[in-house]
């Protein structure tokens, strides 16, 4: 059974920093590509970043970039988001995503077999 658990969300102030966390099970970490996507109240879900485990490619969306970074760790099957100068408008619920085959956009979320139930990242003074 795939299992995706994300953590590190909270309450935190604009400017301040925050670092996600998404622990899996189930799947060849080393193989697959992980995103992060995140859902602000009343819009869509939207691809924030993601990594490919079998090459290092990374993409990052134009809104989270200079800002965000994604990362990986295969010796603990855990890819990280870490975020920077946090603003309102990074509200939402996040999600951590993970496909162990291959893809071809990185940013839908078709592409994705298997999600977490998210964690909430709330950006206000």
């Known amino acids: 059974e795939v299992q995706l658990v994300e953590s590190g969300g909270g309450l935190v102030q604009p400017g301040g920093s925050l670092r996600l966390s998404c622990a899996t099970s189930?799947?060849?970490?080393?193989?697959?590509?992980l995103a992060w996507f995140r859902q602000a109240p009343g819009k869509e879900r939207e691809a924030v970043s993601s990594?490919?485990?079998?090459?290092?490619?990374?993409h990052i969306s134009y809104s989270a970039a200079g800002r965000f970074a994604i990362s990986s760790d295969n010796s603990k099957n855990t890819v990280y988001l870490s975020m920077n100068n946090l603003k309102p408008e990074d509200t939402g619920v996040y999600y951590c995503a993970a496909e162990p085959g291959a893809i071809v956009l990185w940013d839908e979320e078709y592409e994705y077999d298997h999600w977490g139930r998210g964690t909430q990242v709330t950006v206000s003074s």
């Open positions: 990594i490919n485990n079998n090459d290092g490619t990374t």
């Open positions: 189930g799947i060849i970490f080393g193989e697959s590509v």
